[in-house]
């Protein structure tokens, strides 16, 4: 979804810029607009905040700006941002349309091994009156998908802004990054549209999702980056996924590796072979109608892996 992938953009966007740039500016000081004056001060590290922050172009032709405030909320607006024990406020960056409020990104982080960090913005937030948004459905994405080490929530107080996202992501011997995002406004939504945001209710009828519903979604093991091309081709009677990947594992081994993730999704292995570089096997899927399988993996330098699964109706 458009606005989805836009917030989260901006959340990763913003949050990084702030942790490099919180010794350089005063609490609340400007970090330049869009269609206004160039910075103040001849410090080149706030002209580089600036152009950073900011759109490179304004497509309507609003004036934009973005506030820092390290270690800090902004006075104003007033956002909800619960904190779990121990939690440090890196800082937060207000951005402003045309003068008005119209999104805020926080970068908190919470002491590595704190529980259930997720269920503890689901509760805090549900008693200051957001709630989950509306499921679309499931998205059915098939094939090869990159190992994501965190979770995004959603959260909405009804079908316009503001909008509020948050992005935990947990990585090894470091704290847990928390960023969050609140949209005020959108200049999409105007009265009589029909741009369905992320806390829009499905209307009835439309079917969100599809995708390469044959193919399950087949995560990379721990140590294994996937590239590129892990999209896929679907069609009635075929659909396939590619992908590249960089891992030390043999062609066998990262071929059985995934084999357990099809077998796992009820696919049953018919045949299997390992000659050298090339590792593949056939499967026979579940459900309704003749549909076949087959993964194969190739060893096409020292450690570059060239992936492929296809479903396909005989």
Request: with cysteine.
């Amino acid at each position: 979804m458009r606005g989805v992938v836009f917030i989260l953009a901006a959340v990763i966007a913003a949050a990084g810029a702030i942790v490099a740039y919180e010794q350089f500016r005063p609490v609340g000081q400007r970090a330049g607009s869009q269609g206004a004056s160039s910075p103040q001060s001849g410090d080149p590290t706030q002209e580089l905040a600036s152009r950073l922050l900011t759109p490179s172009y304004s497509f309507d032709g609003a004036t934009y700006e973005v506030r820092l405030f390290p270690t800090q909320l902004p006075p104003d607006p007033k956002i909800d941002l619960p904190q779990p024990a121990g939690a440090r406020l890196v800082g937060s960056a207000l951005r402003l349309r045309n003068g008005t409020a119209a999104s805020l990104d926080a970068v908190l982080d919470v002491p590595a091994g704190t529980s259930d960090v997720v269920g503890f913005y689901d509760r805090e937030l549900a008693k200051l009156g957001w709630s989950l948004a509306p499921g679309r459905g499931p998205s059915n994405q098939g094939g090869f998908i990159q190992a994501y080490p965190g979770t995004s929530r959603m959260y909405c107080k009804g079908e316009n802004p503001p909008w509020y996202s948050v992005n935990i992501i947990t990585l090894p011997s470091a704290p847990i990054d928390v960023r969050a995002h609140v949209e005020f406004t959108s200049p999409n939504v105007q009265a009589g549209s029909t741009f369905m945001g992320p806390c829009s209710a499905q209307p009835q009828g439309v079917q969100v999702g599809g995708g390469l519903n044959k193919l399950p979604a087949l995560h990379a093991p721990d140590g294994v980056i996937l590239r590129g091309g892990m999209g896929g081709m679907s069609g009635n009677d075929r659909q396939t996924s590619e992908s590249g990947a960089t891992t030390k594992l043999s062609a066998s081994d990262l071929e059985a590796q995934f084999a357990q993730q099809l077998v796992a999704a009820g696919w049953t292995k018919l045949a299997r072979s390992a000659d050298g570089p090339i590792a593949w096997s056939t499967w026979k899927l579940p459900g309704d109608g003749d549909w076949r399988g087959l993964l194969l993996v190739n060893e096409t330098s020292g450690d570059r892996r060239s992936l492929m699964v296809r479903a396909e109706l005989n």
